[in-house]
T-cell receptor, first 114, second 113 residues
Framework: AQSVTQLDSQVPVFEEAPVELRCNYS??????LFWYVQYPNQGLQLLLK??????RVESINGFEAEFNKSQTSFHLRKPSVHISDTAEYFC????????????FGTGTLLAVQP | EPEVTQTPSHQVTQMGQEVILRCVPI?????FYWYRQILGQKVEFLVS????????KSEIFDDQFSVERPDGSNFTLKIRSTKLEDSAMYFC???????????FGQGTRLTVV
């Protein structure tokens, strides 16, 4: 069974500052990793994914994440945040398998202040 | 860009009533899912559906829940007799298969009163 831990329930940060949202996972098999973003009163949007290949992945809006197998982590970073980045960020894992179901972390609210 | 669509966006129902939440997955996807998110909590897996049958379900998905793909395009979640604790946002998702990302709909907010 897999599990995901997002230790920070809320991360306040000033605009243009860097941010890191932490995600650790537990699994006995190889995994695929995802970050989803949920803007206020909206659904879940895929932000970025690690399926295979390069361990560092990037999104089109400046976020990046690095898969670290030895530390079982997939932390999300952005060097300079905007007010519009304010949202809930969910880390998720799947082993693929027969169902490809996702296991989500509890989410981190990124609160960007002016 | 293809997307998963869900209707209605918001449903209010009385306790004990049946509700059907509807979803249209991405057309060439083969795996379909329902997840739910109780207000302020994490997103939880309910059920996965593949090849016209349930492939996995969580302990939340008890006998009050059922899923169906009635016509090859829609994917529905039925709650037979709603309880107050069923109030949540319900997300439908679809994917092309193992090792691919899941695409989520905008969700249906179910409020049981």
């Amino acid at each position: 069974a897999q599990s995901v831990t997002q230790l920070d329930s809320q991360v306040p940060v000033f605009e243009e500052a860097p941010v890191e949202l932490r995600c650790n996972y537990s699994s006995s098999v190889s995994v695929y990793l995802f970050w989803y973003v949920q803007y206020p009163n909206q659904g879940l949007q895929l932000l970025l994914k690690y399926l295979s290949g390069s361990t560092r992945v990037e999104s089109i809006n400046g976020f990046e994440a690095e898969f670290n197998k030895s530390q079982t982590s997939f932390h999300l970073r952005k060097p300079s945040v905007h007010i519009s980045d304010t949202a809930e960020y969910f880390c998720a894992v799947t082993s693929g398998g027969a169902t490809n179901k996702l296991i989500f972390g509890t989410g981190t609210l990124l609160a960007v202040q002016p | 860009e293809p997307e998963v669509t869900q209707t209605p966006s918001h449903q209010v129902t009385q306790m004990g009533q049946e509700v059907i939440l509807r979803c249209v997955p991405i057309s060439n996807h083969l795996y379909f899912y329902w997840y739910r998110q109780i207000l302020g909590q994490k997103v939880e897996f309910l059920v996965s559906f593949y090849n016209n049958e349930i492939s996995e379900k969580s302990e939340i998905f008890d006998d009050q829940f059922s899923v169906e793909r009635p016509d090859g395009s829609n994917f529905t979640l039925k709650i037979r007799s709603t309880k107050l604790e069923d109030s949540a946002m319900y997300f439908c998702a679809s994917s092309g298969g193992p090792g691919t990302e899941a695409f989520f709909g905008q969700g249906t907010r179910l409020t049981v009163v």
